[in-house]
């Protein structure tokens, strides 16, 4: 993500080769790899972030001359925080309102050239300029990360639409496709991504803050002052940090396999598992966000006075994991998708694995402090938290409470459904190596990860 | 302490207002008001500091000269992160450890030109150099914040050494303050302006987080977006924030208060005041530092998208308090000697008013929800919490648990003292305005704040 043409690659291209026809993927990806035109993903809007369903951009369709004419009706419907789109690119992805003879289909996916390929000068109609620099010095390396885009008429020819799923014919006629939600896929592999990011950034402030605590001393000896990491204050910041990262990086591999099994079913027009992988994924993008950059922050902050010095390197982690937290879906406004469903789920009694604890009983026996170190019964722990706040947050909405008025409840649901996955994963792999000399080493950082978040509880 | 004469005022002309003889003030504090000369503080080294007490630069008295030769052994020993050093500087006060005939007495303060107030060209047998840039962008208006200075051999007159207190005679007679610790209140009063700070930088955010959720319309709405603000989830995060920052405000006024009191005493000698009011400011440091710059973040996260944008405000916010958390006593180091001065208490049952609970019986009576806003059961539920914290930490090192084995509980410690004072300090505004129509809405921030710690503990 930290070159000017990391978006080029994980957003345009990635986007085209998940939404485009073999067609256009033989023109556009092609094209794309070969770097003979560099591109952007352009979907929030100036005012229309969380709100996809609100924005205001629209793709005309104009059957006269077979073109789609996308405009931005005023300056609230500005593209804005597209990243990648200040030097280097010639074309974007345009999220926009798909509108047919006055009738309007909802976003969809345009190919929009907006630079010239030989002088990079704007495309007529098309106005670029840069937002400005970002919070903590983030994203300074990255083409300034984010532009804003405004279309005038800008015509496009239809074949510009990615048209996989919905298409428009040259007669104007509308074809959805088979799952309304086919298109979610691309928004749930970049969540995917940010759950293992997480995993890496913390992973690493983590490293630079051990090896310095490590070297650097502070007081008492007799000769020489102690290492910094002897401190027990030291080791309460630090260790358990180590053990979520591993969590985040374990569990985002279980994702992975998840999104990977959804992306076979997609191909094959099949959306059964999309409901579970977008949750499980917003819930633990909600979750993994949170702990990474806060986490990330609390090394910075054990490395002392030089951790305020950019050269300790923790600082940039920091700027450029923490704005995860409100991209791709506020991790709030995420915490309602988690939210409606589990609440389904409870309704439906459907069969996803990762919500089947709503049906079981909700009583655990913690008989000693070692029982908590017994896996059956931390993964019983976590099942059972979830639960109660799942029902509970039904009871609430039976008795009248209105949706607007239980975020905090959805949080509450988001935090303790995420943590009941992670704490899944990291059983189900120190179950599986169990054999292996790794196993016992594993279940420390289990343990450790289990005992954290109790204490955060 | 955004320009760059800031630390030229805060810290160079108020440590020799606090610790110059009349002569030295009226020398060199006169000279640094007119801007003949420009001054800075260099007390921290490359490799120490949280151990003051371990600075390796020293002073040592040449008697056949009369004067000090300021030397630093080697590069652990180079003076960083001095703030305001970069361009302007001509001067600095050195904290060095005082050699008379080979004897050490300990760090004193000695003021060292550094550069040539013609042309500020360094003197002779002073390297001065940037340590570069700072994270998150922080302070980078600021003279570049701070530089690294290197002292060879480096002769001054002996009479630049602060004699308010201490002294050293031109036959080379060492005359000690008549309290070992008077010097500390220069320490004390940059720590309490840190707490004020915290209310000040966490207002600040708060406002520019309110302001714009209220602007901001996302979701819902028959015919405009709802204002963000109204949804839980904003509200959760901002408000018990809001009444935060006015509980840390009010305890710094009375901060102010106690320091000022204390000057009075130390001008007539008596530091009777002193172990209380550096505990004091030791345990709101600690406590207001961490809670206003994760405030600050917190409202950055609540502007959504846009709060990443530097132009939103906050972020610079965050940037130039977080470091305080690490600076002027890391604040685990600093929850030692808060910790240490309760553990004192509670042995010698002193008079001091802050610590008196520690003598009163530990029940509290929480009969209904409502008694929880009764204003003398909050009282006693934060001295009751804190007692037995200080007794169980006492218990634990009777028990023999080494005293570097205990950081965890000094941290515990320290949070419950300094939560004890802020609802303290609260209850008494609330208690003394109780006629002013200000009185309920200054209740209810009490009641915020009391029920944000509760749930936070």
């Known amino acids: 993500m930290l070159t000017p043409l990391g978006l080029h690659y994980s957003a345009f291209m990635s986007v085209i080769e998940a939404q485009g026809t073999q067609e256009q993927v033989d023109k556009w990806y092609v094209a794309a790899k070969r770097h003979a035109i560099i591109g952007c993903y352009a979907q929030t809007e100036l005012s ?9 951009t629209v793709a005309v369709f104009d059957a006269k001359t077979d073109e789609f004419v996308i405009h931005s009706p005023d300056l609230t419907a500005a593209k804005w925080w597209v990243g ?9 992805v345009v999220q926009a309102q798909l509108i047919i003879a006055n009738k309007s289909y909802g976003p969809h996916l345009f190919i929009v050239p907006v630079r010239s390929p030989v002088d990079l000068k704007p495309c007529p109609g098309v ?19 984010c532009k804003v885009v405004l279309f005038e008429h800008v015509r496009i020819p239809r074949n510009n639409m990615l048209m996989k799923f919905a298409r428009v014919t040259s007669d104007g006629r509308y074809l959805p496709p088979v799952h309304d939600k086919l298109s979610y896929g691309g928004m749930v592999k970049l969540r995917v991504d940010i759950v293992n990011d997480a995993a890496i950034k913390l992973a690493k402030a983590v490293t630079i803050a051990s090896r310095y605590c490590t070297v650097r001393r502070q007081f008492g000896g007799p000769t020489i002052e102690h290492q910094v990491i002897s401190y027990s204050s030291v080791q309460h910041r630090l260790i358990p940090l180590l053990a979520t990262a591993y969590s985040i990086w374990i569990t985002s591999q279980d994702l ?3 999104f990977g099994q959804l992306t076979e079913q997609l191909e094959k027009n099949n959306a059964h598992l999309l409901p579970e992988v977008h949750a499980t994924s917003c819930a633990l993008k909600s979750w993994c966000t949170r702990q990474s950059s806060d986490g990330i922050e609390t090394c910075r902050k054990a490395l002392g006075g030089h951790g305020y010095s950019i050269f300790s390197g923790v600082s940039e982690l920091f700027a450029t994991y923490v704005p995860s937290n ?17 609440l389904k789920q409870l309704k439906e009694s459907s069969n996803f694995s990762s919500a089947s604890y709503l049906k079981k009983d909700e009583t655990v026996k913690v008989e000693s402090a070692k029982t908590l170190l017994d896996p059956q019964v931390q993964l019983r722990l976590y099942q059972t938290r979830a639960a109660r706040l799942v029902k ?9 409470r209105p949706w607007s008025d239980v975020n905090m409840e959805c949080w509450e649901v988001n935090l303790a459904h995420a943590e009941y996955l992670i704490v899944r ?4 792999r120190v179950t599986v190596i169990e054999s292996s000399e790794l196993a016992p080493i594993m279940k420390r950082l289990l343990d450790l990860t289990h005992l954290d978040i109790q204490i955060v509880n």
Chains 1, 2 share one sequence.
Request: charged share 15%; proline share 1%.
């Open 425 to 428: 994963s990291m059983i189900h």
């Open 127 to 145: 106005t670029v300029g840069d937002i400005g620099p970002k919070a903590y010095g983030g994203f300074a390396t990255v083409d300034n990360g």
């Open 256 to 258: 992975y396999e998840q």
């Open 48 to 56: 229309h972030g969380s709100n996809v369903a609100g924005l205001k």
């Open 392 to 400: 509970r947050l039904s009871q609430q909405l039976a008795s009248g």
């Open 84 to 92: 990648g789109l200040g030097i280097a690119s010639t074309h974007t």
């Open 326 to 342: 409100t991209y791709e879906g506020d991790n709030y406004v995420l915490s309602q998708q988690v939210a409606r469903f589990l």
